[in-house]
């Protein structure tokens, strides 16, 4: 049985940082592309970043570019989620997902965990 947790969420103020875990279990995580997604209330589910099953190709949303970093630690069967200078447009719910076929920008995922609450503060 497949398995996304993810972690790490919580309350930061304007210009903090968070690092979202997002740990991996019951798939082969190095031949996953792994993506991180959210979603604010009344919104739509929206890309934030992803990384190649290799984990040497990343790719982000521009909302999000130079602030993000996503990485993909196969040997642990995690990704990561660092997010810096972090603003109130970042509160949502942040979910990870994991593709068998290779990285997309897209909600097509195969597998998805939970959700972890992110709320900034102005």
């Known amino acids: 049985q497949v398995q996304l947790v993810e972690s790490g969420g919580g309350l930061v103020q304007a210009g903090g940082s968070l690092r979202l875990s997002c740990a991996a279990s019951g798939l082969a995580f190095s031949s996953y592309a792994m993506g991180w997604f959210r979603q604010a209330p009344g919104k739509e589910r929206e890309f934030v970043a992803a990384v190649s099953r290799s984990a040497l190709n990343r790719y982000y949303a521009d909302s999000v570019k130079g602030r993000f970093t996503i990485s993909k630690d196969n040997a642990k069967n995690t990704v990561y989620l660092q997010m810096n200078s972090l603003k109130p447009e970042d509160t949502a719910d942040y979910y990870c997902?994991?593709?068998?076929?290779?990285?997309?920008?897209?909600?097509?995922?195969?597998?998805w965990g939970q959700g972890t609450q992110v709320t900034v503060s102005s």
């Open positions: 997902a994991a593709r068998a076929l290779e990285v997309t920008t897209t909600t097509r995922y195969d597998y």
